[in-house]
């Protein structure tokens, strides 16, 4: 989760070469890294039960998990967070969400939040201005701020098949 906000704090755009080469390089570390413990840990506890019958087997003397990575649910534990939920870019900038009761709340992105405030661009009404259509691309805001802070309607469909494959060439379970 957080991955759209990461790219954002890195100065890179979502739907760019840049941003799918960081998440090839991100995902084979964290799969490499994941793999070098599974075979420490078959070190101390022995292989996994149905070792012998896997594909591991063919790759590994030593394996003591059937999968060492995979993609979690984050959709509550990113709003707690306050992060994108998962690898995809940010759903809005600014929206509102309906809860108990029909109480309406004004989300915005914190990245945006605080680049916004930095900037003295920061007000109410420019939040529910976004709100309205979710994105800041056709607002009047600076084109630095603008070609970070795309949405997934904003980028173009094959960016999102781009960095899912990124992500789940390097993931046993997704």
């Not at 413990?37 to 590994?60: D, M």
């Not at 929206?95 to 916004?116: M, Q």
Request: net charge positive; hydrophobic share 45%.
């Amino acid at each position: 989760m957080g991955w759209a906000e990461a790219l954002i704090r890195l100065g890179m755009r979502y739907d760019s070469n840049e941003a799918i080469r960081l998440a090839n390089r991100l995902m084979r570390f964290i799969q490499d890294e994941s793999r070098n413990a599974s075979i420490e840990l078959a070190k101390k506890r022995g292989n996994f039960p149905n070792f012998n019958k896997s594909i591991w087997k063919k790759r590994y003397k030593l394996f003591r998990n059937a999968a060492v990575t995979t993609i979690a649910p984050t959709g509550t534990i990113s709003i707690i967070a306050g992060c994108s939920s998962g690898i995809e870019p940010l759903f809005a900038v600014s929206y509102i969400r309906e809860v108990l009761e029909g109480a309406k709340l004004l989300e915005v992105n914190p990245e945006f939040e605080n680049i916004a405030r930095e900037r003295n661009l920061y007000s109410i009404e420019l939040m529910k201005k976004i709100a309205k259509v979710g994105s800041i691309q056709k607002i009047k805001l600076p084109k630095d701020i603008k070609r970070l802070f795309v949405t997934a309607l904003d980028i173009k469909p094959e960016w999102h098949i781009k960095m899912q494959a990124a992500f789940q060439k390097y993931t046993d379970h997704a």
